[in-house]
């Protein structure tokens, strides 16, 4: 439960306060005290990218031609709903409210490390959704990742 250099990896249980504010899990805070960009995530998650790597995963994008129209969506959807956040001295960042309502969150939240981003569900759908991916996961073969396994 912790964060290796570049990698975020954990699962964490915070909660939201009255203000709509998530204290950041300890691990993950030295590698967000200069910011954090929030935004919509799959399944309905925030993704929470430190900025060097939101960079870095947006200078991929940009070389998808503009022509090709899912990529202008998914542009359109990962800006139009991006925020980017600075952590308070308690370590409790705010997140705003069509990113509350994107994640369908409420006060139980989990936060769970993703590689180079980190990933804010709620509770009860972050529960339903590790106990569908289990059997899954226990059956990954190398067709699902090629050279992996």
Do not use: H
């Not at 909660?15 to 950041?24: G, V």
């Not at 939101?54 to 991006?82: C, E, H, K, W």
């Not at 952590?87 to 139980?108: F, H, M, N, T, Y």
């Amino acid at each position: 439960m912790s964060v290796d250099g570049q990698n975020f990896f954990g699962t964490f249980t915070p909660r939201l306060d009255e203000k709509s504010r998530l204290f950041l899990p300890a691990k993950f805070r030295p590698r967000l005290e200069d910011g954090i960009v929030l935004t919509r995530g799959q399944e309905k998650c925030i993704y929470g990218w430190t900025t060097q790597s939101f960079t870095a995963f947006t200078d991929r994008i940009r070389d998808t031609p503009f022509t090709n129209r899912q990529a202008r969506n998914f542009v359109r959807m990962l800006y139009s709903g991006a925020s980017s956040e600075v952590p308070d001295k308690q370590g409790r960042i705010s997140v705003p409210q069509v990113l509350r309502e994107w994640a369908q969150l409420d006060r139980d939240v989990v936060v769970v490390g993703a590689m180079d981003r980190l990933e804010i569900w709620d509770a009860q759908r972050w529960a339903e959704f590790s106990a569908e991916q289990e059997e899954t996961f226990a059956d990954m073969s190398d067709e699902v990742m090629p050279g992996i396994f």
